[in-house]
T-cell receptor, first 114, second 113 residues
């Protein structure tokens, strides 16, 4: 049981480049989330999904897009990276809504945008 | 808007000491409160989840309490060990059915052998 996995672990981009972060979970969870963590700030919700084929905006969605084509996968895309998107990105999943249930986190992706 | 504050931001204690980490929140209409542990360069691991109807939750050497009326929670760690060194975060859901969970910035704990 791998839990929640994220790829890649590290990435360096130049301003304007695009990339996709992949999150996979093997716990058959309906709910999945993308957060970013920045120094001096708590985790902030970017986008979330309440089931296969659904996505919704979180607290800081601008500059990001997501897709949930398969229940086990949740993709986070950056179409045109900006230095302000330098951060550590975490994916999480839960069986029930995240505001009522434990969220299980992946190990994170450290992204640097030059 | 829910706001979560954790004090202190950092704490250094000798091995074996009992310690208390604090978390305060502004909106007391919460479903639950969670405590997480984060090791350097790693993701978050859930330690304890306290439902709004509970006052305490225990797991091994960890005990978390919740006082909704005062907007406070504490995480008590008994007989601290060097392996407890990590950042501890509390997280509180926003009321109103939205998926959002507000995380504190955390308390960075160092247990000195």
């Amino acid at each position: 049981n791998a839990g929640v996995t994220q790829t890649p672990k590290f990435r360096v981009l130049k301003t304007g480049q695009s990339m996709t972060l992949l999150c996979a979970q093997d716990m058959n969870h309906e709910y999945m989330y993308w957060y970013r963590q920045d120094p001096g700030m708590g985790l902030r919700l970017i986008h979330y999904s309440v089931g296969e084929g659904t996505t919704a905006k979180g607290e800081v969605p601008d500059g990001y897009n997501v897709s949930r084509l398969k229940k086990q996968n949740f993709l986070l895309g950056l179409e045109s990276a900006a230095p302000s998107q330098t951060s550590v990105y975490f994916c999480a999943s839960s069986y029930s809504p995240g505001n009522t249930d434990t969220q299980y986190f992946g190990p994170g992706t450290r992204l640097t945008v030059l | 808007k829910q706001e979560v504050t954790q004090i202190p931001a950092a704490l250094s204690v000798p091995e074996g000491e009992n310690l208390v980490l604090n978390c305060s929140f502004t909106d007391s209409a919460i479903y639950n409160l969670q405590w997480f542990r984060q090791d350097p360069g790693k993701g978050l691991t859930s330690l304890l989840l306290i439902q709004s109807s509970q006052r305490e939750q225990t797991s091994g050497r960890l005990n978390a309490s919740l006082d909704k009326s005062s907007g406070r929670s504490t995480l008590y760690i008994a007989a601290s060990q060097p392996g407890d060194s990590a950042t501890y975060l509390c997280a509180v859901p926003d009321s109103g059915g939205y998926q959002k969970v507000t995380f504190g910035i955390g308390t960075k704990l160092q247990v000195i052998p």
